[in-house]
């Protein structure tokens, strides 16, 4: 918290400079670079404001993927009851001068505005709660949820839904109220566009497990024999530790386990146990979540 407040005391000084980094034009007009990235443990302004491109991140305007994978299988995060996350859940923060206060619950929240998106300049930095961004998974930056939250965004102008995990903090641009993931942003067709009107919905995990429960009891199986499942344990920036927690989890589950490395500025080592079919999906979710290593993320390869 000290170090977020003391952001307010350099702006007299470097506004120009601010109005400079808040976002950029991308080639096919749509808006980067519109979060920050803030991870309230380690957040300097210069971070944001430097014209040379260093400091925490490499690149000094947000990008797409140099060589982006297919995205457009991602699944939606699957929301399931959570504690809140030790980081970036303080009662108020200050960036660039404003205060914002985070909500003690997200209970029955919902809001309409402008979203945006970010990615390669982020992708493998701490996110607010100390999480390893990659924006190949769902998920999403607001200022004033509690992290994490789960949500369902709707895109207004095409009726394109996600649900997303909000474990970050942002954006701080504009009036914008939510950012997207790239996978999330490519679902909802936005990410030529850079912005949509959405619709923001707060997901009650429990309310939601028993309305697919009634629904929806024997989808998982029957999708499941039709596609290899892949189930994500983690997505760590760091080869020995993706290595380490490969071979735990196939002690754990006794079924294969792969690490997939996706390459950037910042590598990502994706931790996976699949493929998986029928019944051993659900059975395999199940051992998961009964350790310290929570719901996996469900993926079609």
């Known amino acids: 918290m000290q170090a977020l407040r003391s952001i307010s005391y350099y702006l007299i000084y470097l506004l120009p400079l601010l109005v400079l980094a808040g976002c950029s034009v991308g080639k096919q007009g749509g808006v980067y670079g519109s979060h920050t990235g803030t991870n309230q443990n380690d957040y300097t302004l210069h971070d944001k404001i430097t014209s040379s491109g260093q400091g925490r991140y490499s690149q000094k305007i947000d990008s797409l993927p140099t060589n982006p994978t297919d995205v457009s299988k991602v699944a939606d995060a699957v929301p399931r009851s959570e504690p809140k996350s030790r980081g970036g859940n ?16 997200s209970r029955g ?18 996110t607010s709660n100390g999480e390893v961004y990659d924006m190949y998974t769902m998920s999403a930056a607001h200022t004033r949820l509690p992290l994490p939250t789960y949500v369902k965004v709707t895109n207004l102008d095409n009726n394109r839904q996600v649900i997303v995990r ?7 641009v504009g009036n914008r109220i939510i950012d997207l993931s ?36 024997p989808l ?31 002690k754990l589950t006794q079924a294969p386990v792969r690490v997939v490395s996706v390459q950037g500025k910042k590598p990502l080592y994706r931790v996976q146990v699949g493929p998986l079919q029928g019944h051993s999906v659900q059975a395999t979710i199940q051992k998961l979540e ?12």
Do not use: C
């Open 90 to 105: 303080a009662s108020s923060y200050v960036v660039f001068g404003q205060t914002y206060r985070v909500l003690n619950s």
């Open 109 to 126: 929240f919902t809001q309409t505005g402008t979203a945006s998106w970010y990615g390669n300049k982020f992708h493998g930095h701490l």
């Open 166 to 172: 909000v474990n970050d903090r942002g954006p701080f």
């Open 182 to 217: 790239y996978a999330a942003a490519y679902r909802l067709d936005m990410v030529k566009t850079g912005t949509a009107r959405v619709k923001v919905e707060a997901i009650d995990p429990v309310q939601w497990q028993a309305q697919q429960a009634k629904r929806q009891p």
């Open 220 to 250: 998982l199986a029957s999708n499941a024999s039709q596609n290899n499942v892949f189930l994500q344990v983690a997505a760590l920036g760091n080869a020995q530790a993706a290595e380490r927690l490969q071979h735990r989890v196939r």
């Open 290 to 301: 009964a350790t310290d290593l929570g719901r996996p993320l469900m993926v079609r390869n």
